[in-house]
C-alpha cells in the first residue's frame, strides 16, 4: 500500500534508473518533469522530436548537458521512433509528449513497431486525496468508452497485474455501479457480479473483487452497515473500476477539482509503461507519472 506520491518516489529510487523515450519532446511541463526526475535518480531520457523546438526549452528549464536528442520534426515519425526504441530495449519506458493522443496511441499500436502485447490498452489514474488515507486507483477514465464484459476483465486484470508489481499483492477492487442490486436494466451491475465470480473463481490476478457496490459503500464502511451489506473492502478500496468513460472522467475530475487530489497516469496494457497526461497537466502531475511507470516496469533492470 502506498499513502502518498512521496511514498511512490522513494520506492522508484530504490529501484535503478530507468530509461525514458520521450515521444514529440518539445513541450517545456514534460521537459521540467524529465529534469525532475533525472535530478531525483529516476531515469535517463531520449528526446525524440523537433531539435530546433527542443533546444531552447532545455535551456528555459535549466537542463544541462547529457540527453540523446533524436532529431525528427514530423510529429507521427517521432512518435513511431519513441516507440521503436522501447521496443527495441533502448529505453524501459514510453512518454507522450506534445502530441495528440489518438496519434500517439497509433504508434504504439504500429503492427511492426509498435507495443502490442494481444491485451486491450486500458488508463490507470492514481489520485492523492487529502482527505482519504491512501492512494486511490481508478480505471478507465482515459482510453475505453463503453466496455463489454471481456474488455472490463481486460481492463480489470492490466490494473491489477500493475497494483501487483508495485508490491500492492492484493488489492481491494470496487466494481463500481449505481447501486448493490444485480439488474438486468443495469448491465453494469450484471458485468459487476461476473467480474467478482471471475475473481472468486482465480481467473483474475490476485485481489479482493466486489460488485455491484455504489461509491458510497466502497469508501464508508457506515454505510455498508446501515444498508446491511457484508463486505471486506467497505472503507479500504484501493482499486475502482468503472463501468464506463463518462463515470472515470467525471470522477477524476471531480476528486481533483472538489476534493484537491493530486493524479498521475499510465496506460496499461502494452509490453512496457507508458506515460500519458493531459497537455494541461503539471510537470509535477508529469513526474509522479513517471515515478509510477517505474514501479510498473515488470522486466529485470539490466542498465
Same mark, same amino acid.
Given at each position: 500500500?502506498?499513502?502518498?506520491?512521496?511514498?511512490?518516489?522513494?520506492?522508484?529510487?530504490?529501484?535503478?534508473?530507468?530509461?525514458?523515450?520521450?515521444?514529440?519532446?518539445?513541450?517545456?511541463?514534460?521537459?521540467?518533469?524529465?529534469?525532475?526526475?533525472?535530478?531525483?535518480?529516476?531515469?535517463?531520457?531520449?528526446?525524440?522530436?523537433?531539435?530546433?523546438?527542443?533546444?531552447?526549452?532545455?535551456?528555459?528549464?535549466g537542463l544541462?548537458?547529457?540527453?540523446?536528442?533524436?532529431?525528427?520534426?514530423?510529429?507521427?515519425?517521432?512518435?513511431?521512433?519513441?516507440?521503436?526504441?522501447?521496443?527495441?530495449?533502448?529505453? /524501459?519506458?514510453?512518454? &507522450?509528449?506534445? !502530441?495528440?493522443?489518438? #496519434?500517439? @496511441?497509433?504508434? =504504439?499500436?504500429?503492427?511492426?513497431? $509498435?507495443?502490442?502485447?494481444?491485451?486491450?490498452?486500458?488508463?490507470?489514474?492514481?489520485?492523492?486525496?487529502?482527505?482519504?488515507?491512501?492512494?486511490?486507483?481508478?480505471?478507465?477514465?482515459?482510453?475505453?468508452?463503453?466496455?463489454?464484459?471481456?474488455?472490463?476483465?481486460?481492463?480489470?486484470?492490466?490494473?491489477?497485474?500493475?497494483?501487483?508489481?508495485?508490491?500492492?499483492?492484493?488489492?481491494?477492487?470496487?466494481?463500481?455501479?449505481?447501486?448493490?442490486?444485480?439488474?438486468?436494466?443495469?448491465?453494469?451491475?450484471?458485468?459487476?457480479?461476473?467480474?467478482?465470480?471471475?475473481?472468486?473463481?482465480?481467473?483474475?490476478?490476485?485481489?479482493i473483487v466486489?460488485?455491484?457496490?455504489?461509491?458510497?459503500?466502497?469508501?464508508?464502511?457506515?454505510?455498508?452497515? /446501515?444498508?446491511?451489506? &457484508?463486505?471486506? !473492502?467497505?472503507?479500504? #478500496?484501493? @482499486?475502482?473500476? =468503472?463501468?464506463?468513460?463518462?463515470? $472515470?472522467?467525471?470522477?477524476?475530475k471531480a476528486?481533483?477539482?472538489?476534493?484537491?487530489?493530486?493524479?498521475?497516469?499510465?496506460?496499461?496494457?502494452?509490453?512496457?509503461?507508458?506515460?500519458?497526461?493531459?497537455?494541461?497537466?503539471?510537470?509535477?502531475?508529469?513526474?509522479?507519472?513517471?515515478?509510477?511507470?517505474?514501479?510498473?516496469?515488470?522486466?529485470?533492470?539490466?542498465?
Amino acid at each position: 500500500m502506498y499513502y502518498n506520491f512521496g511514498e511512490i518516489l522513494d520506492t522508484a529510487k530504490s529501484r535503478g534508473k530507468y530509461a525514458i523515450s520521450v515521444a514529440v519532446a518539445q513541450d517545456k511541463d514534460v521537459l521540467e518533469a524529465i529534469r525532475a526526475a533525472r535530478e531525483a535518480g529516476l531515469v535517463s531520457a531520449i528526446l525524440v522530436g523537433d531539435l530546433r523546438l527542443i533546444r531552447p526549452i532545455l535551456k528555459t528549464v535549466g537542463l544541462g548537458e547529457g540527453y540523446e536528442i533524436i532529431d525528427e520534426p514530423d510529429e507521427e515519425k517521432a512518435a513511431l521512433k519513441a516507440v521503436s526504441l522501447v521496443k527495441n530495449g533502448q529505453a /524501459h519506458i514510453l512518454m &507522450k509528449g506534445l !502530441i495528440n493522443s489518438s #496519434t500517439f @496511441l497509433k504508434a =504504439v499500436l504500429h503492427r511492426d513497431e $509498435g507495443l502490442r502485447t494481444g491485451r486491450l490498452l486500458s488508463h490507470l489514474g492514481v489520485f492523492e486525496i487529502p482527505s482519504w488515507d491512501r492512494l486511490l486507483y481508478l480505471s478507465d477514465g482515459g482510453i475505453n468508452i463503453a466496455p463489454t464484459i471481456n474488455e472490463k476483465k481486460d481492463i480489470l486484470v492490466n490494473a491489477l497485474l500493475t497494483l501487483n508489481t508495485m508490491g500492492i499483492e492484493k488489492p481491494n477492487v470496487a466494481i463500481l455501479t449505481a447501486n448493490e442490486q444485480v439488474n438486468s436494466k443495469m448491465p453494469a451491475t450484471v458485468d459487476a457480479r461476473e467480474l467478482a465470480e471471475m475473481s472468486r473463481q482465480g481467473q483474475l490476478p490476485d485481489g479482493i473483487v466486489e460488485g455491484p457496490i455504489a461509491l458510497d459503500v466502497a469508501v464508508n464502511p457506515d454505510a455498508a452497515k /446501515h444498508k446491511g451489506i &457484508k463486505s471486506k !473492502i467497505a472503507g479500504q #478500496t484501493d @482499486l475502482f473500476l =468503472v463501468p464506463n468513460i463518462e463515470t $472515470g472522467n467525471v470522477l477524476g475530475k471531480a476528486l481533483i477539482y472538489f476534493a484537491g487530489a493530486k493524479m498521475a497516469g499510465l496506460v496499461l496494457g502494452a509490453a512496457n509503461p507508458i506515460v500519458l497526461t493531459s497537455r494541461a497537466e503539471s510537470a509535477e502531475g508529469k513526474l509522479n507519472s513517471i515515478a509510477l511507470a517505474c514501479l510498473a516496469y515488470d522486466k529485470p533492470l539490466h542498465s
